[in-house]
């Protein structure tokens, strides 16, 4: 079985392990109603499960490798392992409470990642902030909540953004819409502060940074906002996440992840380079 790389964490190891209870399932030729009967469930159980939307039961667990024909011991302790690790909490979970139940897997996903890549048209992306700009964000998208909340969810933004100087970093590749630039989020000062602190990451080996400019006119994602996340592990999907009012979507379909990825490219041929992106971010910060 595909073992989880040192980054991933707990989302990952759902996912990895429900991929390998489906392959399993399917080389049995069982049904999902079959085998959520088997574990006292329904089919809809056993798809949440293998799409690791949920988190594992040990016993569930057992019965299905039994159901499986996965009977030998040390064929069953790695499964049995990664059940353990993809119960253990995320960092991030001790703030359930003031954080979206739909941002909650993001975060998770956000994690385990190697590669990620992102367009922003409305603001610089979450991993990029500054503090007083991810503040000014926060307080403006919740108005009427608590100062305590706000904090709390800032405090998570920058814990997000460790991700980017652990050891085995994800590759980071950032299109940022121009327009997202020029909008002075907290005022003119926050913005500045900002924007020079994107010159400074632009030194980061695994950061790429580009800026698509006002003058390109129509561009490949004019529909919004959106990040795709590789993964180091070869089970594991490349995931869209594309956040709404309210709301995000994952999506994971191969053909959808398809059309973002080619637009996402075409993004990249479009903007700015980025030996120009320094400059570029100069020039704005001079403006404002």
Do not use: C
Request: net charge negative; proline share 5%; no cysteine.
């Amino acid at each position: 079985m595909t073992t989880a790389s040192a980054g991933g964490g707990p989302t990952v190891r759902r996912i990895m392990l429900g991929s390998q209870l489906r392959r399993l399932r399917e080389d049995k030729g069982v049904s999902r109603e079959d085998a959520g009967y088997h574990i006292r469930g329904s089919e809809s159980k056993i798809s949440r499960l293998e799409l690791g939307r949920v988190s594992f039961k040990e016993r569930d667990v057992e019965d299905l490798l039994t159901l499986y024909g996965v009977t030998e011991e040390a064929e069953r302790a790695p499964f049995m392992a990664l059940v353990r690790e993809a119960n253990q909490q995320g960092w991030w979970q001790s703030f359930s409470e003031v954080l979206p139940n739909w941002f909650q897997p993001y975060i998770g996903l956000e994690e385990s990642a190697s590669l990620i890549r992102t367009y922003e048209l409305q603001f610089i992306p979450g991993l990029l902030q500054t503090e007083e700009y991810a503040r000014a964000i926060i307080a403006q998208g919740n108005r009427g909540v608590s100062k305590e909340i706000i904090e709390a969810r800032v405090n998570v933004r920058m814990n997000r953004q460790k991700v980017l100087s652990r050891e085995n970093a994800p590759r980071l590749w950032v299109v940022i819409d121009e327009a997202a630039l020029r909008r002075p989020i907290g005022g003119v000062k926050t913005m500045k502060a900002q924007i020079e602190h994107l010159i400074d990451l632009m030194s980061t080996p695994t950061l790429t940074l580009q800026v698509m400019p006002f003058d390109f006119g129509g561009h490949a994602a004019e529909g919004g906002a959106f990040s795709i996340l590789r993964f180091p592990e070869p089970d594991i999907p490349d995931v869209v996440y594309i956040e709404v009012l309210g709301g995000a979507n994952y999506l994971d379909k191969r053909e959808e992840v398809d059309r973002y990825m080619e637009a996402m490219d075409r993004l990249a041929v479009d903007s700015t380079t980025p030996a120009r992106t320094a400059d570029v971010l100069k020039k704005i910060a001079g403006q404002l």
